[in-house]
């Protein structure tokens, strides 16, 4: 079941085209505490149009009762689980991962980061338009618990504000960016911002340090139960040959890969 030959030629072909997996917008992983391997933000451009009014409107944080500040997974006694990604590297690896996800009938939360969607703010849309969750992972992914309070909050209303401006909200969750939990002043800091709740995650496919498909996918299935969160990261070739199989292999366990805000609610 892991072995995809040629289904996996053909979307690093596609993904990847002749620059090579070197060359795909590589991400730095959020609890590693190394810094962010993309590009800074640049300077705001011209405003873009905000999306338009006969497309499905995106969604807006919620707040779910009983649930913390800082939520790793959700009901165990469901068979869902939350497939989320943080949101940056090449945009062609970005679509084949959300197209694979969309040929099993997964659908998926991405936590953009700011400076990818001043790059690619196309990319929004596409989240959106396949039924897909979208969310905040900051402005420039920087250690966002070593930050002072004006920066990290700067960190968290920049992404915001990115997001309003190109789907109307300002994202259903926050994510904070090179780590795995936010510190308290964080918490508060996206409460302030508009977001309820902090979204953490319980299972990490470690597919940033690019083991093989195969890896990420024993690594993912190893540790996955109902309610499960789990972190990936688009830009890796990895992750788009993992896909397939570990969508499959969910499927054979009776476990639906849904959205992070279908996954807590009832």
Not at 93 to 107: M, N
């Amino acid at each position: 079941m892991l072995s995809h030959p040629g289904r996996r030629a053909a979307l690093r072909a596609a993904a990847l085209g002749t620059a090579g997996a070197a060359a795909a917008g590589l991400t730095a992983a959020c609890g590693s505490g190394r810094p962010a391997t993309g590009p800074s933000a640049p300077p705001p451009g011209p405003a873009a149009s905000p999306a338009s009014p006969a497309r499905a409107a995106a969604a807006s944080p919620r707040r779910f009762p009983g649930q913390p500040v800082e939520i790793g997974h959700g009901p165990r006694d469901r068979p869902r689980v939350a497939l989320t990604f943080h949101g940056n590297g090449d945009p062609a690896i970005a679509r084949a991962v959300l197209a694979e996800a969309e040929k099993a009938g997964a659908r998926v939360t991405v936590l953009a980061i700011g400076s990818w969607l001043d790059a690619h703010p196309d990319m929004a849309r596409r989240v959106l338009d396949g039924g897909h969750e979208l969310g905040n992972h900051t402005q420039r992914h920087l250690a966002i618990n070593e930050l002072s309070e004006a920066e990290a909050y700067a960190e968290i209303t920049g992404c915001a504000q990115r997001l309003k401006r190109l789907t109307g909200s300002i994202g259903t969750w926050f994510r904070p960016s090179q780590t795995q939990y936010a510190t308290p002043l964080v918490r508060k800091l996206a409460q302030r911002a508009g977001y309820p709740h902090v979204l953490s995650y319980d299972v990490d496919s470690l597919d940033f340090t690019s083991p093989g498909a195969a890896a990420v996918i024993r690594t993912v299935t190893g540790t996955i139960h109902g309610g499960s969160v789990v972190s990936l990261h688009f830009g890796y070739a990895d992750t788009v040959d993992a896909m397939p199989p570990l969508l499959e292999e969910l499927a054979r366990r009776k476990l639906r890969a849904v959205t992070t805000t279908e996954l807590l609610t009832p």
